[in-house]
């Protein structure tokens, strides 16, 4: 018993000596307006080769046509893309959008998805986006058959995570303190 147990330490101390390893992640959601975009951090803990980031959010044309960035984690602009459907052509369609990386240095990066054509405004984020202080169109009226669908894949990368945009945030907030209010008056009756 005392062999199993130093064995099955051994094997811990292995597990954790080999650190994270890169993955895959998804995140899908909804642009609600042409003004909308969508913010993601991915980090790598060591220098990668071949990390991968795309939509396949087009759906040959039954969707909006996203456009991606790349940002560094102080905000500076890396890349900009409009269509790029070869970073994985299983599931993107002719107007996705994303990049190969073929080499990406350890730290903290950004990740953005907006509307075409709701570019970048400048070399920062500070800059902004184009549509910035327009009056918010929702997607279904700024694009014909685009229920405002997004799916965003990370490959290669160590952890990522998502940021709703804020009219989604706003919306969930409004239904859960709604259903909340609701809950309150059905139980004082």
């Known amino acids: 018993m005392k062999k199993l147990v130093v064995f099955l330490m051994a094997i811990g101390l292995l597990c954790s000596a080999a650190g994270a390893q890169a993955g895959t992640f998804n995140f899908t959601g909804n642009l609600y307006f042409h003004t909308d975009v969508v913010y993601f951090n991915f980090s790598l803990a060591n220098d ?58 350890a730290g903290n990066y950004q990740f953005t998805v907006a509307a075409y054509s709701n570019f970048a405004k400048g070399s920062t984020l500070a800059d902004g986006f ?5 009056t918010p169109i929702p997607i279904e009226q700024h694009w014909v058959k685009a229920p405002g669908y997004y799916s965003v894949w990370f490959d290669g990368v160590d952890q990522a995570t998502s940021n709703v945009p804020i009219p989604g945030a706003v919306w969930l ?17």
């Not at 940002?71 to 994985?88: C, F, K, M, P, R």
């Not at 259903?179 to 309150?184: E, Q, S």
Request: aromatic letters at 10%; a negative charge; proline letters at 4%.
């Open 48 to 105: 990668a080769t071949n990390v991968r980031v795309w939509t396949d959010s087009f759906q040959n044309a039954a969707n909006f046509d996203p456009i991606t960035a790349l940002w560094t984690a102080t905000g500076n602009l890396i890349a900009e893309n409009d269509d790029n459907s070869s970073v994985n052509p299983l599931t993107q369609t002719y107007w996705d959008s994303g990049f190969i990386l073929p080499t990406l240095a």
């Open 173 to 189: 907030l409004g239904s859960g303190l709604l259903a909340m209010g609701g809950l309150r008056l059905k139980l004082r009756t």
């Open 130 to 134: 184009s549509y910035d202080g327009q």
